[in-house]
Nanobody
Framework: QVQLVESGGGLVQAGGSLRLSCVAS????????MGWFRQAPGKEREFLAG???????LYADSVKGRFTISRDNAKNTVDLQMNSLKYEDTAVYYC???????????????????WGQGTQVTVSS
């Protein structure tokens, strides 16, 4: 079993920045791929960024160049630095992880083994 706890959400003006953090516990962190998703009201959960245990990354086109994912295997954390935030970035943001063999990135909801509880990000226009 894995527990993921997000933090760092809040209210920010358009053009501003936020840094989300996710702490993992309960299972070997360094062997897992991690990712961030978001879900806005009335929309499906959307993949944003993923990172392998060795640091390879993958980004959705909607956030490429604005968001940066990173991880610290010693601290069991994965962060999402969000810059140049837009009103349409408003959503609940979720940390996710996958352990199953053969999955490089948790790049879709169906590839995720564990979810965090989510943290709200609100961008005011």
């Amino acid at each position: 079993q894995v527990q993921l706890v997000e933090s760092g959400g809040g209210l920010v003006q358009a053009g501003g920045s936020l840094r989300l953090s996710c702490v993992a516990s309960g299972r070997t962190f360094s062997s897992s791929a991690m990712g961030w998703f978001r879900q806005a009201p009335g929309k499906e959960r959307e993949f944003l960024a993923g990172i392998t245990w060795s640091g390879n990354t993958l980004y959705a086109d909607s956030v490429k160049g604005r968001f940066t994912i990173s991880r610290d295997n010693a601290k069991n954390t994965v962060d999402l630095q969000m810059n140049s935030l837009k009103y349409e970035d408003t959503a609940v943001y979720y940390c996710a992880t996958v352990y199953r063999p053969g999955v490089i990135f948790p790049a879709a909801p169906g590839l995720v083994d564990y979810w965090g509880q989510g943290t709200q990000v609100t961008v005011s226009s």
